[in-house]
């Protein structure tokens, strides 16, 4: 900040005319850190949201599936002790629909967890752009420096100028 400042009120003194477009590099760097922070704070907080609503939806139906499990095993039971053989085997069916419901659970939690892996690897990209935003800005710092670097000689350059048209007017 220190050293943009200087730059400003070096060039609002001696090159005004460069003031605006120093400004308005400043103003595009500023948007594209900001822009970029806050995509990312975006994909951060959507990430912590669907990991959290995928673990609450996994233990939710696990619980629901456990006591389901529980009720229908001591109906079940309470069943056997009463009915003949024939009961057996519709109690045997009905297990059978269970863990036919229980593949279908691991199937829901096989695809919630491909969307969690899908998420992690938007996050990667995420972070891959934010390097990438990194690098820019710095090959942006490097540019400016050089930009300043030019500038200082050409002040230099106009400053000979100056002095060999002063001889000159001297001489004449």
């Known amino acids: 900040e220190t050293e943009i400042w200087k730059l ?10 460069l003031l605006e477009n120093l400004e308005e590099f400043l103003a595009k760097v ?20 669907r990991i959290s609503e995928h673990n609450e939806e ?5 619980e629901e599936m456990e006591q389901q499990m529980r009720e229908e095993v001591k109906r079940l039971t309470h069943e056997r002790d009463n009915r003949s053989s024939i009961h057996n085997k519709e109690m045997k069916n009905v297990i059978d629909l269970k863990n036919t419901e229980v593949q279908q659970l691991i199937s829901v939690q096989d695809e919630l967890e491909r969307e969690l892996h899908n998420l992690r690897s938007t996050e990667k990209v995420t972070k ?17 420096e050089k930009i300043r670097d030019q500038l200082s000689e050409a002040k230099g350059c106009l400053s000979e100028m100056k002095e060999k048209i002063m001889q000159i007017e001297a001489e004449k």
């Open 30 to 49: 500023t948007s594209q850190i900001k822009e970029a922070r806050k995509e990312k704070e975006t994909l951060e907080i959507m990430l912590k949201k």
């Open 58 to 62: 996994v233990q939710r139906l696990y």
């Open 128 to 144: 891959s752009e934010n390097e990438k935003l990194k690098r820019t800005n710095q090959d942006l710092e490097h540019h400016l």
């Open 8 to 17: 400003w009120n070096k060039l609002s003194c001696e090159e005004p005319r």
